[in-house]
């Protein structure tokens, strides 16, 4: 249900979606506490979107600019890890096995490295729980993440829910910034 509502979603509202999220994630306390534009060794996971999730690149430009170490998910050829962004141009992406964009270089960082974490799923509740494609990727890593790393779940409003089923693996996120 919530992969139809995605796709249902015009070019117009995909952008204001994303505008939204952006200033929200800008303005964000527990975001900018942790990751500190001056603090050259902060570091940020962040997502590079498929055509249906919440795009993050305003976000992802303004932290690359400040000189934060932006992260994002790399497949190895056997699972996934975090490589360093240099940027979102042709010359720093590749696209992956799932045909989204990665970074090209491998540059990897360890999750115990990360101190904030941006996350993508299909649906989520308040409480953090967060229902994400059914591979387990975002879970293996975010296992390894600090303990008290930021883990910020990305939505839409309507991908917003009451409860999810939830397994023993799964991290608990710590918030949800959404569109609304």
Known sequence: MMRERRRTLTPEERTLASEIV???LAADPD??????PFDRGASIAVYL???QEIDLSPFIRKML???VKVVAPRWNGETYELAVLKGLGEAHLRKGPMGILEPAEAEIVSPKEVEAWLVPGLAFTRNGKR????GGWYDRLLAE???D???IGISHAFQMVDELPSEPHDILL???VDDG
């Open 145 to 147: 993440a600090p303990k």
């Open 131 to 134: 229902l994400g494609y059914g």
């Open 31 to 36: 975001i900018g506490l942790r990751v500190d």
């Open 149 to 151: 790393a930021v883990k």
């Open 22 to 24: 952006c200033t929200k």
């Open 49 to 51: 979107a498929s055509p």
């Open 174 to 176: 710590s918030g949800v």
């Open 65 to 67: 600019a400040t000189g």
